[in-house]
Every structure is written in C-alpha cells, then in structure tokens.
C-alpha cells in the first residue's frame, strides 16, 4: 500500500515547454486534488476531482489542466511553462470531505 | 472566501518545552485539519478535527467551533517535532476544497 504517489519528484522546464505531473492513489480514494507550495504560503489548491470524470477549478487553476480518466490517477498539465509557475506541487486524496492524504511532492522549476 | 490566520508565525523552544499554536478562521466550518511538514517537505495530518478535542500521544488539539478557533498543544517537545504546522478549513459551502493557513514553523533546539 503505498498511499499517494507522484511523479516525477523533480522537474526543470523552459519557459513554453509543456508537461504533464502524475498522481497515482492506491487506497481507492474518491477525491484527489492538486496544490501549489510557494514560500512563505500554505497550499493552495489548484484543481480537484470528487470522482472519475469529474474535475472542478479549486483558487489558482489559471495555466493548468487536469483530468481523472481513472479513479487512481489524476494528472495535472501545465501546457506552456511560465515562470511563475515554479513551486512545489502537492497531490492529495481523500475517501470522502474529510481527512486528505498528501503525496511526497513534486519540484517544479521553470527558466 | 474563508480566511484562516495561524499565531505565531514562528516558533523556538529548547526540547522538553511545551507550545501551543493557534488558528483563528473567519467563517463557520464543515472541516478541520492540522497538518505537520517534516523539514523534508512530506505533509503529514495530525488531526481532523471540525470541533471538540482530540489527543495522540503528546500532541493534542481542541477547536471550539462557535468562537471559530482551533489550538494545537505539543508536550515535552522533541527535535522531530520541528517543521511548519498547517491548518486547514473547509467552509460550509466549498464542495470539499481546503484553505490552508500560511503555518507556524517550529524549531525544536537540543
């Protein structure tokens, strides 16, 4: 049972290239969501998902993609990489409202 | 939307001391949680806890919900307990989303 895994844990992207940062919940979780750490800050939530197919814009979605085509993996995309964009990106998932498990991370940085 | 506050934003004790952070938030809530970040960045939940009071081992918390405060109590600290400690909410009508507060960052000396 590994919980909440994502991949890559590390990334260093130009400006404009594109990629695509994968969630992966083996606890048959039916919520899963993607934050943003910057410093200095708590999280912040990106997009989230309350099931497969479904996905909802949460306080930042401006940039990214999402989708949750199976109920395990929910993918976050950035299209064209802008600066502002490095962070330290978070995914969690949750059986129902209200306990959130988070996975290890991912560091983004972006030229 | 919601706004949550932590106190204090930082925090020094030498091993053995006692603490108590706060998280005051401005909105009646569905969800409480708090959160430790290990200095390795790896968020860990330490309690759900929407209101009442909740102990496990030396770190307890209590929130009383009407005067829309939560209080995360650490006893005879020790050096892993260093890192940020993070509350998040959920108000009433957010559809499950969490809004988390900017943490306290604890430094436990030896």
């Known amino acids: 049972n590994a919980g909440v895994t994502q991949t890559p844990k590390f990334r260093v992207l130009k400006t404009g290239q594109s990629m695509t940062l994968l969630c992966a919940q083996d606890?048959?979780?039916?919520?899963m969501y993607w934050y943003r750490q910057d410093p200095g800050m708590g999280l912040r939530l990106i997009h989230y998902?309350?099931?497969?197919?479904?996905?909802a814009k949460g306080e930042v979605p401006d940039g990214y993609n999402v989708s949750r085509l199976k109920k395990q993996n929910f993918l976050l995309g950035l299209e064209s990489a802008a600066p502002s964009q490095t962070s330290v990106y978070f995914c969690a998932s949750s059986l129902t409202s209200n306990i959130q498990y988070f996975g290890a991370g991912t560091r983004l940085s972006v030229l | 939307g919601i706004q949550v506050e932590q106190s204090p934003p930082d925090l020094i004790l030498q091993e053995g001391a006692n603490s108590t952070l706060r998280c005051n938030f401005s909105?009646?809530?569905?969800?409480l949680q708090w959160f430790h970040q290990n200095p390795w960045g790896q968020l860990i939940n330490l309690f759900y806890?929407?209101?009442g009071t909740k102990q496990n081992g030396r770190l307890s918390a209590t929130t009383v919900a009407t005067e829309r405060y939560s209080l995360l109590y650490i006893s005879s600290s020790q050096t892993t307990d260093s890192g940020v400690y993070f509350c998040?909410?959920?108000?009433?009508?957010?559809?499950?989303?969490?809004?988390f507060g900017k943490g306290t960052l604890l430094t436990v000396n030896p």
């Open positions: 806890i929407p209101s």
């Open positions: 998902s309350v099931g497969e197919g479904t996905t």
């Open positions: 909105d009646s809530v569905n969800n």
């Open positions: 998040a909410v959920e108000d009433g009508g957010s559809n499950y989303k969490l809004t």
């Open positions: 606890m048959n979780h039916e919520y």
